[in-house]
């Protein structure tokens, strides 16, 4: 359980989404990875697939303040409209203490829970370890494989992967 403020200054806890699945999107906007995703829109396109089906998708920065991808609320603003992101909300958690508390090591770093409240999917978002968003087409989603296997009642073939990207700045 957690309760972080987003870029609006309006608070959200992990309770308010009970009922619903719920990705958790550890970022960074400088990172290169983070940007293969964003750059041509692709992670924007799968929180909208996903928001669209009532997932609730928060994005996490946890930089601290004088460290690379650290934000402000007008800044994190100024981001989701500039690359039109379609999360649920983006939370600022300059403290590191959420991201510290999910041990996120890594932006993308990426978290599935169920509606229960389990957490049932933690990791990379696929499986190819690069920065050219070429690759993203040929990339094995595992979120999005997650997710699917949880909401057809099958089991997650990898419930748990090593993430990679950028580490994140406490």
């Known amino acids: 359980e957690f309760t972080l403020t987003d870029s609006n200054g ?5 309770s308010d989404f009970r009922g619903k699945y719920v ?8 990172c290169p990875f983070v ?3 964003y750059k041509e829109g692709h992670m924007q396109a799968q929180q909208k697939a996903m928001t669209d089906k009532g997932v609730a998708w928060l994005q996490i920065v946890s930089s601290a303040k004088g460290k690379s ?29 959420v991201g510290r508390a999910y041990d996120a090591r890594v932006t993308p770093h990426m978290y599935l829970i169920d509606p229960e409240g389990l957490l049932i999917y933690q990791g990379a978002i696929d499986s190819i370890r690069s920065t050219r968003a070429s690759d993203i087409g040929k990339a ?7 997710y699917e296997s949880a909401v057809s009642g ?17």
């Open 10 to 14: 309006f608070e959200h806890s992990l």
């Open 23 to 30: 990705v958790l999107e550890w970022t960074n906007h400088s």
């Open 35 to 37: 940007v293969k995703h």
């Open 69 to 97: 991808g650290y934000i402000t609320e007008a800044e994190a603003k100024l981001i989701r409209t500039r690359s039109q992101i379609h999360s649920t909300a983006m939370l600022l958690d300059a403290s590191g203490e």
């Open 140 to 146: 094995n989603n595992y979120l999005l494989a997650a």
């Open 154 to 170: 099958k089991p997650i073939e990898n419930a748990k992967t090593t993430p990679y990207g950028c580490g994140i700045k406490y």
